[in-house]
């Protein structure tokens, strides 16, 4: 079976081939298209999903992640394209100095299309805490801030952490057991 992944992220795309990569064909739908406006991540994934099958008219798939910090009252959460583009991680510190609960969630939906209007929502989290400083250079977006619970490295200073934890993971290991891509 073939299926596209519809994203503008080629850090994503490279994540999802990796898992994915012996179990089916993925080929990448280079995909700009203006993301529904809500703090619900399952409702924008939806939206787009639907949006990159009437792009292709074939079995597609795209996935929405969001940073969600306890302190921050839930921020950057479904702004974290947004965030990560005006103030990026050392923004994400400046209003994180001085916060003791560094909690934080990395949360993942997929939403997959294999024919009109019938869309299949798949979901991964991943708890953490934000570090005091960016560290590591591997991975992408906000990797050098997030430290995994029970780890001591953040995603960026070890990509095999990442790949064992992550939300975009744990998403992916939803989607492929479901037999969705089976068919
Ligand atoms: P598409 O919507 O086109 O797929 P995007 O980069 O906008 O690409 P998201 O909305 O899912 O992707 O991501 C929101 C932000 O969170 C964005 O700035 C990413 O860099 C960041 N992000 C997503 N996944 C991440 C991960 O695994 N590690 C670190 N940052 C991540």
Redesign the pocket.
């Known amino acids: 079976m073939e299926i596209f992944f519809a ?3 080629k ?2 795309f490279k ?1 999802a081939l990796h898992f994915l990569k012996d179990k089916v064909t993925v080929k990448h739908l280079p ?2 298209y203006v ?1 529904l406006r809500s703090e619900n991540i399952e409702e924008i994934a939806r939206d ?1 999903a639907l949006a990159a099958y009437k792009r292709c008219r074939e079995p597609v798939f ?6 969600i910090i306890d302190a921050l009252k839930g921020f950057p959460g479904t702004y ?2 947004w965030a ?2 005006k103030i990026g991680n050392e923004g994400i510190l400046k209003l994180m100095e001085g916060v003791r609960d560094r909690k934080a969630t ?1 949360e993942t939906r997929i939403a997959f299309v294999r024919r009109k209007e019938e869309v299949h929502i798949f979901r991964g989290s991943c708890e953490g805490t934000i570090a005091i400083e960016a560290r590591g250079t591997e ?5 050098p801030i ?1 430290i995994p619970a029970g780890e001591h490295q953040t ?1 960026a200073e070890s990509i095999e952490l ?1 790949n064992k934890l ?3 993971y744990k998403a992916l290991l939803e989607f492929y057991k479901s037999q969705s891509l089976r068919l």
């Open positions: 994203t503008s992220n850090d994503k994540e995909f700009d993301e787009a795209v996935e929405d992640s969001a940073l974290s394209s990560f583009r990395f991975g992408f977006g906000y990797d997030f995603f990442k992550s939300h975009r």
